[in-house]
């Protein structure tokens, strides 16, 4: 499992000193962005007693994240780091972590919920992650689910971290063709704004409601027919 509990990074604060004719229209995005994820923090401390209310009535299956973040075991620490930078800095939340995945179930079950919950699969790609032909695989079902499915096309996502990143040279070549977010990139943050759009989310996670609706309708009939021949 991940350290979860490890400290937020939290956004600076607002220089006020800066001249405003002197920020670029990227910074200006940026800041705001800074500033709406500092406002939603405050919001989340004022309604914590609400949400604890409610929360032990919400089923955790219920729950559609932004991004599950799939990694080699050696990067669980990373990928919590890569989950609390994306959720803070960028108010990219809710996010997982394939770590954070329920304990005694199987990979396989485990790797299903997590891509089809999820809007967007990122790879962790460090030097561990050839070190594990696990990884590998996660990589490859999650680019054949992508396929299968419409609305998930575009949603994989290979990221190379600060720590430890994959040369791009060693990088399978599934996932050369695929552009990967770098972390130590200038422009870092303008592509994961243009990536994790809001608009993409609520589309997948409406088609997620419905699939999930869908079975439980075909469920509840199977039922039905179940104790119709009981009878």
């Given at each position: 499992?991940?350290?979860?509990?490890?400290?937020?990074?939290?956004?600076?604060?607002?220089?006020?000193t800066e001249?405003g004719?002197?920020?670029?229209?990227?910074?200006?995005?940026?800041k705001?962005?800074?500033?709406l994820?500092?406002?939603?923090l405050?919001?989340?401390?004022i309604?914590t007693?609400?949400?604890?209310i409610?929360?032990?009535?919400?089923?955790?299956?219920?729950?559609?994240?932004?991004?599950?973040?799939?990694?080699?075991?050696?990067?669980?620490?990373?990928?919590?780091?890569?989950?609390?930078?994306?959720?803070?800095?960028?108010?990219?939340?809710?996010?997982?972590?394939?770590a954070?995945?329920?304990?005694?179930?199987?990979?396989?079950?485990?790797?299903?919920?997590?891509?089809?919950?999820?809007?967007?699969?990122?790879?962790?790609?460090?030097?561990?992650?050839?070190?594990?032909?696990?990884?590998?695989?996660?990589?490859?079902?999650?680019?054949m689910?992508?396929?299968?499915?419409?609305?998930?096309?575009?949603?994989?996502?290979?990221?190379?971290?600060?720590?430890?990143?994959?040369?791009?040279?060693?990088?399978?070549?599934?996932?050369?063709?695929?552009?990967?977010?770098?972390?130590?990139?200038?422009?870092?943050?303008?592509?994961?704004?243009?990536?994790?759009?809001?608009?993409?989310?609520?589309?997948?996670?409406?088609?997620?409601?419905?699939?999930?609706?869908?079975?439980?309708?075909?469920?509840?009939?199977g039922?039905?027919?179940?104790?119709?021949?009981?009878?």
């Amino acid at each position: 499992m991940g350290n979860t509990n490890s400290k937020r990074n939290l956004p600076p604060p607002p220089n006020n000193t800066e001249k405003g004719t002197n920020v670029s229209a990227g910074q200006r995005d940026f800041k705001q962005n800074h500033e709406l994820c500092g406002l939603s923090l405050d919001i989340e401390g004022i309604s914590t007693k609400v949400s604890e209310i409610h929360s032990s009535d919400e089923d955790p299956e219920d729950v559609f994240y932004k991004f599950v973040i799939l990694h080699a075991q050696n990067d669980a620490d990373e990928a919590s780091r890569l989950q609390h930078l994306l959720q803070n800095n960028f108010c990219i939340k809710p996010g997982i972590i394939f770590a954070e995945m329920p304990s005694g179930r199987h990979f396989l079950q485990n790797l299903n919920d997590a891509v089809n919950r999820s809007a967007w699969t990122i790879i962790l790609l460090t030097e561990h992650f050839l070190s594990e032909a696990w990884c590998e695989f996660q990589s490859y079902a999650s680019l054949m689910n992508a396929l299968n499915k419409q609305h998930k096309y575009n949603s994989v996502i290979p990221l190379r971290p600060l720590n430890n990143p994959l040369p791009r040279e060693k990088t399978p070549c599934v996932l050369q063709a695929i552009n990967a977010l770098e972390e130590d990139s200038p422009g870092f943050a303008k592509q994961v704004e243009k990536i994790f759009q809001e608009s993409k989310y609520r589309q997948q996670q409406a088609m997620w409601k419905k699939e999930r609706e869908q079975m439980r309708h075909t469920r509840a009939i199977g039922m039905m027919k179940d104790m119709h021949k009981d009878s």
